[in-house]
């Protein structure tokens, strides 16, 4: 009988963690900083998260700058040759042209969370739905679990967030959770990471579709929340989520490597 038979899956969960972070080639380690953030607005553009101009990626560079795209491009059209080094006043301080203004209520996040490594702020199609009806998002599907417990909720419009106080409140409502959802808006991802923010971002989409789809045909019904927090833990480990990247990545540069010069 094999030796794993007879154990437990708390000690399942534990061995297959600790050979994760031993086996799993997470295959980012060869792109740069500016390299990833081209091909995380790649990704996202394909998963759904296109809306013009609207919403930005973010990365915190140094203590007080962060670099994310420039503004006139879309997703599509992001490349390490495009993107911007702007401060906390997003004055642009390497590259051309000009940030999205609404880039200053990601400096107030990354005031409030010292944590936070990368923001991710879009409008995709069933998010920006969902946040019409002024309803929290339901958890309730195994890939979903990323999000379990880490979302919250705001629900009051504060309009376009070009002013500081639309920063402090997005801010504050965010708290320390990972994810936010903005009512008649769309959703900010916070993570320590932009593969954990991408893959937070490509499954709070999901999960809205996923919600949108089960309330349209009956009651949407809740999870263990044991089990809800145990998946979250397990999807959300760092090795994994890099793993998941680079997956997403590799079929960005399969079709167009563009993004990468």
């Not at 007080?64 to 599509?76: K, N, P, S, V, W």
């Not at 069933?126 to 979903?144: F, I, P």
Request: proline share 3%.
């Amino acid at each position: 009988m094999a030796d794993t038979f007879t154990l437990s899956k708390d000690e399942l969960i534990l061995k297959e963690q600790s050979r994760i972070e031993r086996e799993l080639d997470s295959g980012t380690c060869s792109w740069s900083t500016k390299e990833k953030v081209a091909l995380c607005c790649r990704i996202l553009y394909k998963y759904g998260h296109d809306s013009g101009l609207s919403g930005q990626i973010s990365v915190r560079s140094g203590s007080a700058e962060m670099i994310t795209q420039r503004l006139g491009y879309g997703f599509d059209e992001a490349r390490v040759s495009n993107l911007l080094t702007v401060d906390d006043d997003l004055n642009v301080l390497s590259g051309q042209g000009m940030p999205n203004p609404a880039n200053r209520f990601h400096a107030w996040i990354y005031r409030d969370r010292p944590d936070a490594r990368c923001i991710i702020h879009t409008h995709p199609l069933y998010t920006s739905a969902l946040s019409m009806l002024e309803e929290l998002l339901k958890v309730s599907h195994m890939d979903a679990c990323v999000l379990f417990d880490d979302i919250a909720f705001l629900p009051n419009w504060p309009g376009i967030p070009i002013g500081n106080d639309e920063g402090r409140i997005i801010s504050s409502a965010l708290a320390d959770n990972r994810a936010l959802l903005l009512a008649h808006h769309g959703l900010v991802v916070v993570c320590s990471s932009i593969e954990e923010a991408c893959i937070m971002a490509i499954q709070f989409e999901r999960a809205a579709k996923l919600h949108m789809l089960a309330a349209s045909v009956g009651n949407i019904r809740e999870i263990d929340p044991e089990l809800g927090r145990q998946a979250h833990d397990w999807i959300l480990q760092p090795r994994r989520s890099s793993a998941t990247f680079s997956y997403y990545a590799r079929r960005i540069i399969n079709d167009d490597a563009s993004c990468l010069s």
